[in-house]
């Protein structure tokens, strides 16, 4: 079977430190892998997504980026944080064959909180 | 473009009680609908979904049928429990340039009493 994790669980960083989360899938090659914020009673804001090694999609202008040095590896990164990214961080993926009918998958979050 | 609308919560129930989340959707093809549950803490994971009109998708007592002349997708249970305290995000999945996309709602809170 399928399954997400998501590292660290919970986070505190300051203001201007750089910030690493990582999300692995095990148990499904070749998934699309997607990165989402979601702010304090807010909704979901889809951050980045990637359909395959190396390509990945922004959907929202900010200080933070996203790698993916292997086919389940999914990386969240910033250089230096400020105070509007605290908020809960979801990685999810999909099976890329499924199209539109694809539900998503998703791991257990990281909660950030810069100070 | 593709939106997704979600009546606002925080929703309030007693246990037993009949609950409805409304979701209204706009989109340019012909989407898949879903709707997700978070409860505290926790991802989200999957409720139920709906890939074309008509469609009922159903899952532990809650179901939602693809409305394509209404352009909605409301969630109903007949009866709810403590447990089904969560937050609920209607969803749709379409084409988007460069593969399938899928655009959330704000998310509906419920909170059930004993």
């Known amino acids: 079977s399928q399954t997400i994790h998501q590292w660290p669980a919970t986070l505190v960083q300051p203001v201007g430190s750089p910030l690493s989360l990582e999300c692995t899938v095990e148990g499904t090659s070749n998934p699309n892998l997607y990165w989402y914020r979601q702010a304090a009673g807010r909704g979901l804001q889809l951050l980045f997504y990637s359909v395959g090694i190396g390509q990945i999609s922004s959907e929202v202008p900010q200080n933070l980026s996203a790698s993916r040095p292997q086919d389940r590896q999914f990386i969240l990164s910033s250089k230096k944080l400020l105070l509007s990214d605290s908020g809960f961080y979801l990685c999810?993926?999909?099976?890329?064959?499924?199209?539109?009918?694809?539900?998503?998958?998703f791991g257990p979050g990281t909660r950030l909180l810069v100070l | 473009g593709n939106s997704v609308t979600q009546m606002e919560g925080p929703v309030t129930l007693s246990e037993e009680a009949f609950l409805t989340i409304n979701c209204t959707y706009t989109a340019t093809g012909y989407p898949s609908l879903f709707w997700y549950v978070q409860y505290p803490g926790e991802g989200l994971q999957l409720l139920l979904k709906a890939t074309k009109a008509d469609d009922k998708g159903s899952n532990k007592g809650f179901e939602a049928t693809y409305r394509k002349e209404t352009t909605s997708f409301h969630l109903e249970k007949g009866s709810v429990q403590v447990s089904d305290s969560a937050v609920y995000f209607c969803a749709l999945s379409d084409r988007d340039t460069g593969g399938f996309k899928t655009i959330f709602g704000a998310g509906t809170r419920l909170f059930v009493k004993a």
């Open positions: 999810a993926w999909s099976a890329a064959w499924g199209g539109k009918q694809e539900t998503q998958y």
